[in-house]
């Protein structure tokens, strides 16, 4: 008897199914965080032009405002229920 017969060998290059969720999961959020990337490279640009055009004619370009964040209502407290004895 020898460990190679009792025990089989593992393969090294087998990767777990956790392994395979994690590199699929990482690779989704790269692939989201590059398309995020992007888009705000894009989006700053076409920002940076609008205000150099408005430079150049002598337009204002008005910052745009966030609509302000709603208050929440105090909430009311439960009614208070009365307390009842029990018939003995």
Known sequence: MTKDKL???TE???SSKSDTTTNASRAIIDAEVSAREKKTERL???RLEQEAQAEAT???VAPIKKPA???AAPKKPAPRRAITQRPR
């Open 7 to 9: 025990f089989k060998p």
């Open 12 to 14: 090294a290059g087998r």
């Open 44 to 46: 700053r640009k076409l």
């Open 58 to 60: 002598g337009e204002t």
């Open 69 to 71: 964040a709603k208050k």
